[in-house]
């Protein structure tokens, strides 16, 4: 979409910006774009407020129509694949459950902690995509950045990296996004295996804690030998890109929780143990008021993004519950899910 804006000072500024971004995003869903207007806020300030209104009424018709299906030539609606299926939920003993990332001590086992399965509906978010918010339920549906064609391979992962930095920024209208990790699954795999492909996670968990969020965003940032009392000392949050490696997902999908239907009392804190340190997420009791969504045959250039952890109290969502499962209208014989997530650091 191209527009053609007659303005002029500070008008001119903001509206060289706006067809800039604009030009430079025009391939992304118009949630990702709406990360455009708060940059913009950051960039002019409160003197241009009056501009900046001018400017969100030409965005929001650009959103608008950027929401609207072609009229001919796009793919015809398909139906929601809402479904039922069991998930697995830790059960709350007193225990505190432990699970080992490496082979533990003999006589340790690799999980402890009580589990239970229990069946749950799950609705299909293709039909509500652009409804998703991180904010409000915790995820949403984004075009993913391209992929590359050997994720072992350093500087082919530093630029998708890169571009995961670039597609969250653009989402959340962050002032900057740190990639700092990253996990590749395989539903072959039943545990890691030599180039460190792990199994994807079927027991309902956050990656983080209201503890150890901060202290790993903290621990980041000093690895990289910067002043982390300074960069965290406004909002921050920490935000997973999820997306499959091929497409349609079958196997092992994700499901993810509606933030707004957790309860406090639903929270089971569980540690996690390296080689080197000890970290903690969240595991979550069964209740029936959970209400969980995936996305139905996810393709390769979709992902999810979830928020694992946010500095800010104030927020709906500030965790994520999220799990790995088992789709009980998929055949036998469905190709092994093959998927990679990057945990960023997300600076507001």
């Known amino acids: 979409m191209t527009w053609m804006l007659g303005f002029s000072g500070p008008e001119s500024a903001l509206a060289e910006a706006a067809v800039r971004a604009d030009a430079a995003e025009a391939s992304t869903p118009a949630r990702q774009r709406r990360g ?12 241009a407020s009056h501009h900046l209104s001018t400017m969100e009424a030409v965005m929001a018709l650009a959103l608008d129509h950027s929401d609207r299906p072609a009229a001919s030539g796009g793919p015809e609606p398909r139906a929601s694949r809402d479904l039922v299926a069991a998930l697995t939920y830790v059960e709350k003993t007193g225990e505190r459950p432990v699970a080992y990332t490496f082979e533990p001590p003999p ?3 690799w999980r402890s902690g009580a589990f239970a399965q229990h069946r749950v509906a799950i609705t299909d978010a293709r039909p509500l995509a652009n409804e998703l918010s991180l904010d409000i339920q915790g995820f949403e549906v984004v075009r993913a950045p391209d992929a590359v064609d050997d994720f072992h391979d350093p500087a082919q992962l530093d630029a998708y990296l890169r571009a995961v930095e670039r597609a969250v920024g653009i989402a959340t209208g962050a002032r900057r996004v740190v990639a700092f990790d990253h996990n590749l699954r395989s539903g072959a795999n039943t545990g890691r295996d030599a180039r460190g492909v792990r199994e994807p996670v079927r027991r309902v968990h956050n990656d983080f804690t209201a503890g150890s969020g901060p202290q790993r965003a903290r621990t980041e940032l000093l690895a990289r030998g910067e002043n ?3 960069a965290l000392a406004g909002r921050f949050a920490l935000i997973n890109l999820w997306r499959p490696l091929r497409g349609p997902v079958r196997d092992a999908p ?10 406090p009392g639903d929270f089971v804190a569980q540690d996690l143990v390296y080689r080197d340190r000890v970290g903690e997420t969240y595991g979550f009791a069964y209740n029936p008021a959970h209400r969980w969504y995936y996305l139905a045959d996810q393709q390769r250039d979709e992902a999810l993004l979830i928020k694992c952890y946010d500095s800010d109290a104030a927020q709906t969502a500030r965790f994520t519950a999220h799990t790995a499962f088992d789709d009980p209208t998929v055949p036998p014989g469905a190709p092994p899910r093959e998927s990679i997530e990057v945990r960023t650091l997300v600076l507001y």
């Open 107 to 109: 006589g340790t086992p």
């Open 228 to 230: 982390a009392d300074a």
């Open 36 to 47: 455009l207007l708060p940059r913009l806020r950051r960039r002019f300030g409160g003197g």
């Open 254 to 263: 994700l499901a993810l929780a509606d933030a707004r239907s957790i309860a």
